[in-house]
């Protein structure tokens, strides 16, 4: 076992590694020099070859064919009593083969071949040793590896650790195909997963879905896969462990855990001929199954046990049954020499091998009055085909180099590779004669024997046999369309065919027994396309479920749709207000010299008009269906309108209040200057560059992206998504807005400071009464706008813009248009004279400050009102009102009012 760990741990020479077993070895052995000899050597003759013949090439074999057992004087030897003849059968054989093919290897190269074989005694430590005996062998050319499946792996990984071509034929796995402990191993019968699809691919070519399943325990792997992969998707039955002797009794309490009919279709998966045999006697003779069918599954079937089989499924009132065996095409070779030597008596031959005295033992054991009665064991075939390709192999690279003389540089190792390399050539195939001249020819695919099998089907109708077909792993090649008709769709179930969009929904006590089962459609969020699916698949989280529950759909994108009601009306209200917005700017524009529109600054009513042209189309942008563009736009239409707006509003505001307390006080405003009409443009101007440049910094420079920008929203998995607009930083989302923030706060508080100034005059009346109005609506939009779904809030921020402006429009423009309008139009002097009457009537209400204010503030005033020395007392009633800036009388003298300072 050391020996065996170092080899495959590290990277050694096969000398240095001997050195270094040794030399840990020694002092172990050296220990134990004073015990007694006998004690020391009670397993030595465990370690002997039960049969072996020198010759230039050596064939070894290891074989699982006697017991351990303890003697009467505690110490433990190999035991042959009551061994069975199967095993030692195996070893008969390999010696026969080896004289048989000898003479050809000496005619050809004068080479003999020989044979070197050991009993692993079914023991793990002798098992080890003695694989490492045989691979000591110089000469040894190839290996049939030991025939018992917990030794399989264990000594082939040893054998193969010297790179010499070992065959299998009683076990294969992935592992031993693509382990790289295994180099130079090849089978010689399929893995158990390839054996279970092959049998899948027959099961669902018959139609056969509601199956029981008892298999052996060697056959765990394959039973577990046809369920998983085959009977819980497309069907159902039941699924346990069965071996001979009393585990058989576990059918019935299977069949008494999951309840239910027993199935018509009764699958055996078990290489043991016995255990098989004993499931069939149970079946029939103690649970009385009637008229049933019988498959055994694609391993090791045996077409010689049919009679067997079939003695007890014609039992009185067994009823009308159905055996289908899969016979591997390998065991079609004809072995009839072989099975006449076999069945020989041995007692009458000499004995030149351990393995003759051996065999004595198992004839008068089990067929001590006729020899000829012995049963042969079923895996001739596979040890012939695995002998075949080595030797042929051998040949090939024998003729190659023209024998091996004694003076050639032979690298041992190089010629065992040379010879596995041409065993696996998967392009080979190799047609041979066993028996009578009976060819036959087998494939290599991927280290593996491919074959096939030919399913033979027995029925009790008739008692005879008949082949179905052939079966290989690439498909299934149906012979007999008839009998394929009589014996598939055989199978019943007692539960209705759940399509696509269900899934079938089994009682609590059937974890072995989905068969009676109901169709549910599939919960929402998942999804079915097969028929009998026993779960449904689940959407991601980004997709739900079709409404026939057959696939998976993106989830929908929730926004405010074209054909709504909220589209419809914001919309007719933004071109609506965009119309009547148009319609002001033609009727200032026709009246732009009447003395009321120049009392109201023209300048600061055409950008009033400006800002609202940019409301009303940006209202109707939250109603589109929202996209990263949009949402830019959004942001920076109602930055601007909000700058605007405010900024003019606030601009008049101070302009008024600046004027008339200048007036009344007899004294210059506080900002002459910034209440200009280039003051008026700078303001704007430095205004909107300020906004501009905050809003382009945020979206465009920021490391997280705009504030205000495009989002999806899925409220949980598998939830239609709600595409909008949205604040992701409040911070720097009211960077931009504190300019019109403060300007409307500013102006809604002058404003109605202001709202007793004279009539004609009450721009700031309307004013504070647009901004009211715009606050009162702005506080209720906060309440509702943060517990609203997506779309509403879109909508709510569209009716927003509007009722905005739509306060502005009203309240500042209707008024003007309502007097523009008179059908009596007013004349310019009337108006003239309308407006000096309500201004004086105003002043007269305030105290008129003391002769000595007056006089303090003339040179205020007179710089005011731009006074212009001589000028005559009529240029006093030409006064005009141009950018809110007064001109008034040529004299100013102690006896003017503040009135005529106004006008």
């Known amino acids: 076992t050391l020996l065996y760990t170092i080899k495959f741990e590290f990277p050694m020479t096969k000398g240095f590694t001997l050195i270094f077993a040794t030399i840990l070895v020694f002092p172990v052995i050296s220990e134990d020099n004073n015990k007694d000899q006998e004690t020391c050597n009670s397993f030595s003759h465990n370690d002997q070859p039960i049969a072996k013949h020198d010759g230039d090439l050596i064939i070894g074999g290891i074989f699982n064919i006697g017991r351990t057992s303890e003697t009467d004087d505690g110490t433990y030897q190999c035991s042959y009593k009551d061994i069975r003849q199967y095993g030692i059968q195996k070893a008969i054989l390999l010696r026969w083969l080896v004289e048989q093919t000898s003479p050809m290897f000496e005619e050809h190269f004068n080479m003999s071949l020989g044979y070197e074989m050991y009993d692993t005694c079914n023991d793990y430590n002798i098992a080890m040793r003695v694989s490492v ?159 049933k069918i019988y498959v055994l599954g694609f391993s090791v079937a045996r077409s010689k046990n049919i009679q067997k089989y079939a003695r007890i499924l014609t039992a009185p009132g067994a009823g009308q049954n159905t055996l ?149 792993p690439d498909g299934i090649n149906i012979k007999n369309t008839a009998l394929l008709q009589e014996i598939s769709h055989y199978n019943t179930s007692c539960s209705p065919e759940c ?41 991601t989280v980004s997709q739900t479920s079709t409404k026939t529950l057959t696939g998976c759909v993106t989830v929908e994108e929730i926004c405010i749709e074209p054909g709504s009601q909220f589209f419809i009306s914001g919309t007719f209200f933004a071109v609506l207000g965009t119309v009547l917005t148009l319609i002001v700017c033609v009727v200032v524009f026709v009246c732009r010299n009447r003395p009321l529109v120049k009392a109201s600054d023209l300048g600061y009513l055409v950008m009033v008009l400006v800002s609202l042209l940019i409301s009303f189309p940006a209202s109707i942008i939250p109603l589109v269906k929202p996209t990263v563009f949009s949402c830019i736009v959004e942001y920076y239409m109602y930055n601007l309108f909000a700058t605007l707006i405010t900024i003019n509003l606030c601009f008049k505001c101070v302009k008024i209040y600046g004027i008339f307390s200048a007036a009344k006080d007899f004294g210059a405003p506080k900002f002459g200057k910034l209440i200009t009409t280039k003051g008026h443009v700078a303001v704007n101007i430095v205004s909107i560059a300020i906004n501009a440049f ?140 309308s407006i000096a009457d309500n201004v004086r009537e105003y002043v007269a209400r305030t105290p008129v400050n003391s002769q000595t204010e007056k006089r303090k503030n003339v040179g205020s005033v007179r710089d005011l009102l731009a006074i212009t020395p001589g000028s005559s007392r009529g240029s006093e009633r030409r006064t005009i009102t141009r950018n809110n800036s007064s001109v008034g009388a040529d004299n100013v003298s102690q006896n003017h009012s503040p009135a005529d300072i106004v006008i």
């Open 499 to 539: 399509g696509p969009g269900t899934y079938t929904q089994f009682g609590e006590n059937m974890k072995h027994l989905p068969c009676c089962w109901t169709c549910s459609p599939c919960p929402k969020n998942y999804f079915s396309t097969g028929t009998n699916e026993i779960s449904c698949e689940k959407c």
């Open 694 to 833: 905050l809003i382009s910094f945020d979206c465009y420079y920021r490391m997280d992206g705009p504030s205000w920008r495009f989002s999806k929203y899925q409220p949980g998995p598998h939830e239609p998504y709600d595409l909008l607009c949205d604040c992701h930083d409040i911070k720097y989302l009211l960077l931009p807005s504190l300019i019109p923030i403060s300007a409307f706060l500013f102006t809604l508080a002058l404003a109605f400071k202001m709202k007793n100034f004279p009539h004609n005059f009450r721009e700031s009346l309307n004013i504070f009464a647009a901004t009211f109005i715009v606050c009162v609506c702005s506080c209720m939009f906060l309440g509702g706008y943060t517990l609203s779904p997506p779309h509403i809030k879109s909508f709510l921020r569209s009716v927003v813009m509007l009722v905005t402006s739509s306060s502005f429009l009203f309240c500042i423009f209707i008024p003007k248009l309502a007097v523009l309008l008179d059908q009596r139009r007013m004349g310019a002097q009337e108006e003239k004279q």
């Open 133 to 291: 005996a045989l691979t000591q062998n110089p000469a040894l050319i190839g290996v049939s590896a030991v025939d018992f499946m917990q030794l399989t792996k264990m000594t082939t990984a040893v054998s193969a650790a010297y790179l010499v071509p070992t065959f299998v034929y009683m076990y294969n796995d992935q592992e031993l195909m693509e382990g790289a402990r295994f180099p130079t191993v090849y089978s010689m019968i399929d893995t158990e997963c390839k054996e279970a699809e092959m049998t899948i691919q027959f099961l669902r070519r018959m139609n056969y879905t509601y199956m029981d399943i008892w298999y052996h325990p060697f056959s765990v792997e394959m039973a577990e896969y046809i369920h998983a992969n085959y009977t819980e998707k497309v069907g159902c039955g039941r699924l346990a462990e069965v071996w001979k002797g009393k585990d058989v009794k576990k059918i019935a309490e299977t069949y008494n855990t999951t309840g239910g009919e027993p199935a018509d279709v009764q699958l055996i998966l078990s290489n043991s001929h016995f255990t098989t045999e004993a499931i069939f006697s149970y079946l029939v003779n103690d649970l009385g199954f009637r008229n």
């Open 324 to 472: 289908i065996l899969p016979q591997a095409n390998l065991m079609d070779v004809p072995l009839d020499t072989v099975r006449s030597y076999l069945a020989e008596p041995w007692s009458e031959k000499p004995k030149r091998d351990k393995i003759d005295d051996i065999y004595e033992i198992a004839q008068r054991n089990w067929c001590p009055d006729d020899t000829s009665t012995c049963d042969t064991t079923s895996w001739l075939g596979y040890i012939v085909a695995g002998f075949k390709l080595l030797t042929q192999a051998l040949f090939d690279n024998l003729k190659q180099r023209n024998g091996v003389n004694d003076g050639d540089n032979f690298c041992l190792e190089s010629f065992r590779k040379s010879v596995y390399s041409t065993i696996i050539n998967e392009s080979r195939s190799i047609e041979g004669e066993l028996d009578q001249n009976m060819p036959f020819t087998f494939e290599m695919k991927n280290k593996t024997i491919t074959t096939g099998y030919t399913v033979i089907v027995w029925q009790s109708s008739t008692n005879e046999t008949e082949i179905l077909g052939e079966i290989f």
